[in-house]
């Protein structure tokens, strides 16, 4: 399996940016996929996950400004990122897991098996 991550870049305050996470060698449907974020000298953040393409979760950070869709077609993920501030500059990440139990929890980079190489997200104020 591997995942593709792109769509990062430099934009000012209150911009847009959409980052795409591209799979293959499985296909997402099946999957629990999710973005992570990392600033400098921080530790790795909880963004966003998405359960089967479907059932969806925002750090609260984000919540209203950040969507989370698929393209089943091209097997890709997408985050759309609005009204983008400057503590949203990070280095991204994609990560998948297709095995997962109840204690299974979205938030938590342990609990993934698989990631994207980062893309870096650089929002001037």
């Known amino acids: 399996v591997q995942l593709q991550a792109s769509g990062g870049g430099l934009v000012q305050a209150g911009g847009s940016l959409r980052l795409s996470c591209a799979a293959s060698?499985?296909?997402?449907?099946?999957?629990?996929m999710a973005w992570f974020r990392q600033a400098p000298g921080k530790g790795r953040e909880f963004v966003a996950a998405?359960?089967?393409?479907?059932?969806?979760n925002y750090a609260r950070s984000v919540a209203g400004r950040f969507t989370f869709s698929v393209d089943n077609a091209k097997n890709t993920v997408y985050l759309q990122m609005n009204n983008l501030k400057p503590e949203d500059t990070a280095d991204y990440y994609c990560a998948a897991a297709w095995s997962w139990n109840d204690a299974f929890r979205r938030d938590s980079a342990s609990s993934y098996e698989f990631w994207g190489q980062g893309t870096l997200v650089t929002v001037s104020s």
């Open positions: 998405i359960k089967r393409t479907r059932d969806t």
């Open positions: 060698g499985r296909t997402l449907s099946s999957s629990i």
